[in-house]
Each structure stands twice: as structure tokens, then as C-alpha cells.
């Protein structure tokens, strides 16, 4: 996975590394040389312990910044956010199925 990603980030390497899935995701952070000060988990709290690496941001601000911040990132184009597919919301349940096979490649929008 490691290679696919530098190969993404095409020659200019990564230059940060935000783990949502676990301990996995922290350990392939460090062995692509992502500076401690530069790697985020929400999840992974202890194994980020032993790096150093970040645990702030859920616990030291609120939902509502939070959000504004990254909805301020998404309009100015500073941060994309792909669409891997959409769902009416009378197929919520193809929507989670498609999520629980954790191939998807951008988020699932589930539409009103």
C-alpha cells in the first residue's frame, strides 16, 4: 500500500498522513517517513503514543469548529473530496454494504 501511495503523490512525496482506520495505518505513516508533527489519528491513540505523533483535534476542539474549518478548506479548494457514489436514501443499506467492503475510493453520499 505504501508504494501506491508515494506512486499517487506522484515525485513530491507526502507530506502528511490523517489515520481514521487504526494502528496499521499509523505503522505505514512511519515507515513512509511522515514526521511525527505531521501524522493525525483519531483512532490509534497508544501506538501513536509511542511516535509522538498526533492525537488532538476530536478532544481539544468542538464539532462546530471543527466543521467549519473543513468545510472553509472544501469551498476554497484547499481540500477535495472525492465522490466514490451516491445513494438515494431508500438504499441506505446498498450504501452501507458498498462501505463494509472498504474498497471505496472517495466518500458515499447518501441523497434526500
Known amino acids: 500500500m ?4 508515494l506512486q499517487a503523490a506522484g515525485g513530491d512525496g507526502i507530506d502528511a498522513f490523517i489515520d481514521l482506520y ?9 515507515a513512509l517517513g511522515i514526521p ?8 490509534a491513540m497508544e501506538r501513536a503514543a509511542e511516535f509522538g505523533a498526533r ?3 476530536r478532544h481539544n476542539a ?5 466543521q467549519v474549518e473543513l468545510v472553509d478548506l472544501v469551498a476554497s479548494g484547499a ?9 438515494p436514501l ?8 458498498e ?3 472498504r474498497h471505496t475510493r472517495g466518500k458515499i453520499v447518501l441523497l434526500l
Open 90 to 97: 431508500d438504499r441506505v443499506a446498498d450504501a452501507v454494504a
Open 22 to 30: 487504526g494502528p496499521e495505518h499509523v505503522d505505514l505513516a512511519v
Open 79 to 87: 481540500v477535495e473530496i472525492p465522490i466514490a457514489a451516491t445513494y
Open 62 to 66: 468542538t464539532a462546530r469548529e471543527i
Open 36 to 43: 511525527a508533527n505531521r501524522l493525525q489519528t483519531t483512532v
Open 2 to 5: 505504501g508504494e501506491r501511495l
Open 55 to 57: 492525537t488532538d483535534g
Open 99 to 101: 462501505l463494509e467492503q
